[in-house]
């Protein structure tokens, strides 16, 4: 059974910073392109950042470019987000998605199958 967990939510102040962190268990965690998505209440969920199973590509939306930095380390199976510069239009539940073996980045919904019940941030004005 494939299980993703998120970890790193909390509440910050704006301008600050949080790193959330992603573990999943029963697949080859190395394998597999994954994202993060967020959504805010009233809103459509919707696709944050993303990196290829290998680690070499990733991409953005474009509200969070030059804040958000996205990595993953293969050997600890562990994804993280750091987000810098946090603004209150950044609170939303995050959820961590895990896509398909051997793919590249991408920020199409479509492309993750398996999701992690979601951390919260709360940015503070």
């Known amino acids: 059974q494939v299980q993703v967990v998120e970890s790193g939510g909390g509440l910050v102040q704006a301008g600050g910073s949080l790193r959330l962190s992603c573990t999943t268990s029963?697949?080859?965690?190395?394998?597999?392109?994954m994202g993060w998505y967020r959504q805010a209440p009233g809103k459509e969920r919707e696709a944050v950042s993303s990196?290829?199973?290998?680690?070499?590509?990733?991409l953005y939306t474009d509200s969070v470019k030059g804040r958000f930095t996205l990595s993953r380390d293969n050997a600890e199976k562990i994804l993280y987000l750091q987000m810098n510069a946090l603004r209150p239009d950044d609170t939303a539940m995050y959820y961590c998605a895990l896509g398909e073996p051997y793919a590249p980045a991408s920020l199409d919904r479509r492309d993750f199958h398996y999701w992690g019940q979601g951390t919260q941030v709360t940015v503070s004005s």
């Open positions: 990196i290829g199973w290998s680690g070499h590509t990733t």
């Open positions: 029963g697949l080859t965690f190395d394998d597999y392109n």
